[in-house]
Nanobody
């Protein structure tokens, strides 16, 4: 079964940290570009960060220097280390795999209190 399962979300105070993980199954993970997106209430889903099959990483401007994306091909996992969290980071975070077609996970809630 092809699926992505996110975990690691939760409630944290501003300035705190969380580490999100996404485990893939049913795909050849090393062939997929991986990404994290997020969607805040009442707002469209937005791209957060990506890591290519070759390990190149990119970030949206607002998270640069605070978030770090990484991938572990041996365990078919992509992670997002989030530091210095801000209330505006509050959203449901989704994992995304792309290899021609695109696969989405169901998301994990991140809530940052001020």
């Amino acid at each position: 079964q092809v699926q992505l399962v996110e975990s690691g979300g939760g409630l944290v105070q501003a300035g705190g940290s969380l580490r999100l993980s996404c485990v893939a199954s049913g795909i050849i993970f090393k062939l997929n570009d991986m990404a994290w997106y997020r969607q805040a209430p009442g707002k469209p889903r937005e791209w957060v960060s990506s890591v290519t099959t070759g390990g190149r990483t990119t970030y949206r401007e607002s998270v640069k220097g605070r978030f770090t994306i990484s991938r572990d091909n041996a365990n078919a996992t992509v992670s997002l280390q989030m530091n210095a969290l801000k209330p505006e980071d509050t959203a449901v975070y989704y994992c995304n795999a792309k290899y021609g077609r695109i696969i989405w996970g169901r998301g994990t809630q991140v809530t940052v209190s001020s």
